[in-house]
Structure formats: C-alpha cells, structure tokens
C-alpha cells in the first residue's frame, strides 16, 4: 500500500505522467523506492553485502544512488532523478521532492550522523548539495544549484553558494507542491548592484573632494564583513 501511495503522489506531481501504471512501469523514481524498500529491509536486519548488492542494482538501472540505511518518509517524489546520491544516515521526511542531481551527502569520514536530515513537505532544486549533519526545516524550499553547509529553518527559501535564507513564512503555497523554481531571488546580482551604487558615490565623492564622512566609513567597513 505504501509503494502505491508513492505511485499516486508521483503522478499526481508530475503533469507528464498520465496515468499509476505508467509511473509503476516507467519511472526511475518509483523504481529506486522499490529497490529502497528491499535494501532498507535487510540493511536493518544485518544483512549488510545483501543491502548494499540491491542498492548497487538499483543504482545501476535507475541513476539514483541510496545507501541502504537511509531512511525514507512516505511519498517521496524523485523528478527524473539521473546523479542522485543519498548518504547512509541520510533521513528523509513526509511528501517530500527532489530533483535530478541532488546529494545528500557528508563532508569527510566523520561517524555517527554525518547525513542531511530533511523535514517534511521540502523541496530540494537541480543539482544542490547538502552536505554534513544539517537539518533543514519543515516546508523549506532550497533553490537549483545551491550548496547548503548549515541548518535551515522550517518554511524558508534558500539560495546561493553557501546557501543563504531569503525567505521566511511569505507564501501559502505548500513548497513540495510548488514546482516552479524561477522565482528566487539572485543573491549575486543583488550584490554587484549594491556594490556598484556605492563605487558610485565614492567617485562622486572623490570629483567633488568630499570626503566620506564617519558614518558612511563605518557603514562600508560593516557590509564588507558580512
């Protein structure tokens, strides 16, 4: 029941699937849980070659690598899934998405939990990465290509290299729900207009021989060590 509950959600997300049996048949994304499912089983009862033999088929005909002790919520939609990559204390909540190229993985050969933790209903963009022991929050959306290095708090959208929060509580649109990942702000652009704007006045200053006063110093030396 929990395989087919999977299939429903998969077709209910994703506009190309037309119908259960399709998604049953032909997503790699639904074929991972199944293999997930099996893997997970005999990781937990010890039968650790096993595990790691039906994860490495899995891998092989889908793209989607998940170690066998990652542990995975119900309705999990993979969006084609090609270079997907799920570390061992991975953990994975309720109605989540994720998109192609994502990892979910750790930084070094730390023990213990050393795998992202992701809340319920989050949505995870093409090609991110989320590395180490960090929890990222209930309803959270993370932007395509982003690197996340710390902790995210639930019902927050966060972009950039490291990930920054630019977003909180603003949208009444569950994020697992919400697809569309054009609408997120660049953190970059917004930082090269704002350092644009304040070379400008300082060579505003400067042809006028009006020096910057103590409060405008001040202001400078502050944004540079952010």
């Known amino acids: 029941?929990?395989?087919?509950?999977?299939?429903?959600?998969?077709?209910?997300?994703?506009?190309?699937?037309?119908?259960?049996?399709?998604?049953?048949?032909?997503?790699?994304?639904?074929?991972?849980?199944?293999?997930?499912?099996?893997?997970?089983?005999?990781?937990?009862?010890?039968?650790?070659f096993l595990a790691r033999w039906v994860s490495q088929r899995g891998r092989h005909k889908t793209g989607i690598e998940i170690h066998p002790g990652a542990k995975i919520g119900k309705c999990l939609?993979?969006?084609?899934?090609?270079?997907?990559?799920?570390?061992?204390?991975?953990?994975?909540?309720?109605?989540?998405?994720?998109?192609?190229?994502?990892t979910l993985g750790g930084t070094g050969k730390d023990k213990g939990k050393r795998h992202p933790t992701l809340g319920n209903n989050v949505l995870i963009g093409a090609g991110t990465k989320v590395l180490g022991?960090?929890?990222i929050g209930d309803n959270a959306r993370v932007g395509a290509g982003s690197v996340v290095l710390?902790?995210?708090?639930?019902?927050?959208?966060?972009?950039?290299?490291?990930?920054?929060?630019?977003?909180?509580?603003?949208?009444?649109?569950?994020?697992?729900?919400?697809?569309?990942?054009?609408?997120?702000?660049?953190?970059?652009?917004?930082?090269?207009?704002?350092?644009?704007?304040?070379?400008?006045?300082?060579?505003?200053?400067a042809r006028g021989a009006v020096p910057p006063s103590a409060q405008e110093l001040e202001k400078w030396r502050r944004a540079d060590n952010r």
Not at 77 to 102: A, K, L, P, R
Not at 177 to 198: A, G, M, Y
Request: charged share 20%; glycine share 6%.
């Open 1 to 48: 029941m929990g395989l087919l509950a999977d299939a429903r959600n998969i077709q209910a997300k994703d506009p190309a699937a037309r119908s259960v049996v399709e998604v049953i048949l032909l997503y790699p994304g639904f074929h991972i849980l199944v293999y997930h499912r099996i893997a997970h089983w005999l990781y937990a009862h010890k039968h650790f």
């Open 77 to 102: 939609f993979i969006d084609h899934g090609m270079g997907i990559v799920f570390g061992e204390t991975t953990e994975i909540g309720d109605n989540c998405t994720i998109y192609h190229g994502v």
């Open 133 to 135: 022991p960090v929890y």
């Open 150 to 205: 710390h902790n995210l708090p639930a019902n927050c959208t966060a972009v950039g290299v490291p990930a920054e929060v630019v977003r909180i509580n603003n949208t009444a649109v569950n994020p697992a729900d919400d697809l569309d990942q054009q609408d997120l702000p660049d953190l970059v652009s917004q930082r090269l207009t704002e350092l644009e704007r304040r070379i400008g006045e300082v060579e505003t200053q």
